[in-house]
């Protein structure tokens, strides 16, 4: 069982940056897969991006790349996705889940989910 835990979030003006954390319970967080992804009001929970167990591989949506970066430390069990260069379509709740071993951007794949935090980005 693993418990996913985000903080981070909040209000920031258009080109402005944020930083998201989750923290994950449990002693093999380093065999998952971590993800982001996003859902704004009355939209679908869309893919963000996702990291390999170890690190070494990483994903973005077209949307994201170039301006967020995702990262982890297993040594504290946490993934972390850096957001610079916000706009306002970046406004939305931000989850992020858990897949054991293998990467996906696809979110019926992920096993554990956190409570997700708000991002607001003003124009």
């Known amino acids: 069982q693993v418990q996913l835990v985000e903080s981070g979030g909040g209000l920031v003006q258009a080109g402005g940056s944020l930083r998201l954390s989750c923290a994950a319970s449990g002693r093999t967080f380093s065999s998952y897969a971590m993800g982001w992804f996003r859902q704004a009001p009355g939209k679908e929970r869309d893919f963000v991006a996702a990291i390999s167990w170890s690190g070494g591989s990483t994903y973005y949506a077209d949307s994201v790349k170039g301006r967020f970066t995702i990262s982890r430390d297993n040594a504290k069990n946490t993934v972390y996705l850096q957001m610079n260069s916000l706009k306002p379509e970046d406004t939305a709740v931000y989850y992020c889940?858990?897949?054991?071993?293998?990467?996906?951007?696809?979110?019926?794949?992920?096993?554990?989910w956190g409570q997700g935090t708000q991002v607001t980005v003003s124009s």
């Open positions: 889940a858990a897949r054991y071993r293998a990467m996906t951007i696809t979110s019926l794949r992920y096993d554990y």
